[in-house]
């Protein structure tokens, strides 16, 4: 067995300080860490990965804008106004800006609350003499600008740090449920029925069931074809990634086939199949509306920036460069501002697309501004040949891309073997959303959350350790059988802060662990002394050594691996007097069990083990 021998003094905290100074550090910001556009190196690979994004893009937009119970152009806006902003605020080179499945269907959800399928939209000055997907857009624009100005107000604000409050698996869980809700949505255009589009808790079971006998065939037997041959492909793609210059881009391939036979054999007039149609005209939001959609704008903006945020950083540590969390909430807020401004709705970035954007060979975001242009030459040249896509063809490829979503469900067995109390989280944040709607569910998940952080701290698995036998290491006296407990000695490890919410169940395991209430000693010990005081008044007691040992009942208590910035803070607040002194906290565990047993010696062969450690 190896083995290392270490002769080093023994070590308080003063003494450490005494003996090593403190250097003063200057931090890098992140303009340290930009570097110069390498043209020759970068520019190509840039290209190649901007047209390749651009044409997901084009494709995704068109797809998405259907979650978001919009017309599909609008779509296109998302995947262009926002990618040009974010091209100059934003500190990620590699994620993909635009429509994510989940905030689309976030916003729908607000658009259908305020003008539903069936009866009259809500009262709004905005909306005289506009048609019902005119209001649908101003809607989805509003609430879009003012969930920019969320976004902006927190970067500006520095408080980017309530990301982390979304943990991995909450996100995992809510995500899962949406795409529950987003498999449910597009089965309308799957199956070609006109189900009007509900918001409460039971529009999911509401839209499976109703009108199924009236499924358009045509539409049923397109979407089928399409997401079989797009599974298929993307099984491909994933299989031989490594051997394949860049992804087969199939779900682009089969539109425009979709697109030829739908023209060809005029599905709109002789099945009575639902297409894309033609390209609108940018509209500007409405300011009413912002009343009306402020509570559904707030979980919009806190999703789109984690989501993002999280893809981002997946990204920067992969390929080594820094992202800010403050900077990225203004560039998306900036990028939902004005993009809301021309029609576009809530833009963040999905993982599939950024995949494609990374996978072929995206250097920075040069390639989402060619993308960009690649949405525009679509939008303003070429636009008028997807008139004739069904929507059927959109719903098929939303369905296809579920599948990394919906396979989340895999990872609860794990959780439940690694951390109960997440698993719980997952699960409850997923069936809350699922039940109760995204909104609800995202506050029931942020609440399971907050209850687990809380029980964590204020429940914290505190343990008594001892010494492994001629080592310097100390475990759990519970898992051990060669251990070594120096008599009188107890040493306490508690592995949370201690505040006001967990000080009570600090104290009743201290007391527990120690074998005795230090108050209740205490009182025994004052009532001892004015005993002893009366008796000695009245000469019919005479102080002896031993009755001085009675009166010295005290306990030495020492402090080992504090944080220095707490040892600070307790120094600049004048904690330390004559009783309670620095000299008390120790710089590891081993330098404070070598001081004790200095101060107080235990003839024992164990004990001469421990030292010589």
């Given at each position: ?14 003494a ?60 296109l ?30 916003v ?59 943990s ?35 529009s999911i ?78 509209m ?53 501002i ?94 809350a ?55 009188g ?21 201290l ?21 002893i ?29 504090c ?51």
């Amino acid at each position: 067995m190896k083995q290392y021998v270490v002769t080093r003094p023994l070590y308080s905290e003063d003494a450490f300080a005494d003996e090593h100074e403190k250097i003063h550090r200057h931090h890098k910001t992140v303009r340290h860490h930009v570097k110069i556009y390498q043209l020759k190196e970068w520019l190509l690979s840039d290209i190649v990965s901007g047209v390749s994004t651009g044409l997901v893009a084009v494709l995704q937009g068109l797809a998405y804008s259907l979650l978001a119970s919009l017309p599909p152009w609008y779509g296109l806006f998302t995947a262009f106004f926002p990618v040009i902003i974010y091209f100059f605020l934003g500190t990620s080179r590699h994620i993909s800006v635009g429509a994510f499945p989940v905030l689309s269907l976030m916003v729908g959800a607000v658009v259908t609350r305020l003008v539903p399928d069936e009866g009259p939209p809500v009262n709004i000055t905005g909306f005289e003499g506009l048609t019902s997907d005119e209001q649908r857009v101003m809607v989805a624009a509003s609430v879009t600008f003012l969930m920019g100005i969320m976004q902006l107000a927190m970067g500006l604000l520095q408080v980017g740090f309530i990301v982390m409050y979304l943990s991995d698996t909450l996100v995992s869980g809510f995500t899962t449920a949406a795409a529950v809700h987003i498999l449910v949505s597009q089965l309308k255009f799957v199956l070609g029925l006109v189900v009007p589009g509900l918001s409460g808790p039971l529009s999911i079971v509401y839209k499976i069931f109703v009108q199924i006998e009236k499924t358009n065939v045509c539409d049923l037997v397109t979407s089928i074809l399409i997401m079989v041959v797009v599974f298929i492909v993307k099984e491909i793609n994933d299989r031989y990634k490594a051997k394949l210059p860049v992804p087969i881009p199939i779900e682009v391939i089969m539109t425009v086939i979709a697109c030829g036979v739908s023209y060809a054999f005029n599905f709109q007039e002789i099945y009575k199949v639902d297409v894309v149609g033609r390209i609108p005209s940018p509209m500007a939001p409405n300011m009413q509306i912002f009343g009306q959609t402020a509570v559904e704008a707030f979980p919009m903006a806190i999703v789109g920036f984690a989501v993002a945020f999280s893809v981002a950083k997946v990204y920067s540590v992969k390929h080594d460069y820094i992202i800010d969390g403050n900077q990225e909430l203004i560039a998306f807020g900036a990028s939902n501002i004005i993009g809301a401004a021309f029609k576009s709705f809530a833009a963040s970035t999905a993982l599939s697309r950024s995949a494609v954007q990374e996978s072929t060979g995206g250097k920075t975001q040069i390639a989402g501004l060619l993308s960009a242009l690649i949405v525009m030459v679509v939008t303003l040249a070429i636009g008028f040949l997807l008139e004739p896509l069904p929507k059927s063809v959109l719903g098929a490829v939303v369905i296809v891309n579920l599948k990394g979503m919906l396979m989340q469900i895999r990872e609860v067995p794990y959780l439940w073997r690694r951390d109960r109390p997440d698993c719980l989280v997952w699960l409850g944040t997923c069936l809350a959303s699922i039940l109760l709607g995204l909104d609800l569910g995202l506050a029931v998940g942020l609440g399971m959350e907050l209850l687990t952080v809380v029980f964590r701290a204020q429940f914290p698995r505190c343990s008594v350790l001892a010494n492994i036998t001629g080592t310097d290491i100390y475990k759990d006296r519970k898992d051990y059988m060669t251990i070594y407990e120096p008599e009188g000695v107890k040493i306490f490890r508690i592995p949370s802060p201690i505040f006001f919410a967990n000080i009570d169940f600090f104290r009743g395991k201290l007391v527990e662990a120690v074998g005795f209430n230090p108050l209740r000693v205490l009182r025994k010990r004052n009532k001892a002394l004015r005993t002893i005081r009366k008796l000695l008044k009245k000469g019919e007691l005479q102080m002896t050594s031993a009755l001085k040992e009675l009166i010295r009942v005290e306990v030495e208590v020492y402090i080992v691996a504090c944080d220095a910035y707490i040892l600070e803070k307790l120094h600049s607040c004048k904690f330390f007097d004559d009783e309670v002194k620095s000299s008390m906290f120790f710089l590891t565990l081993h330098d404070a069990m070598l001081h004790i047993l200095e101060k107080h010696p235990v003839n024992s062969e164990n004990t001469k083990v421990c030292e010589k450690v």
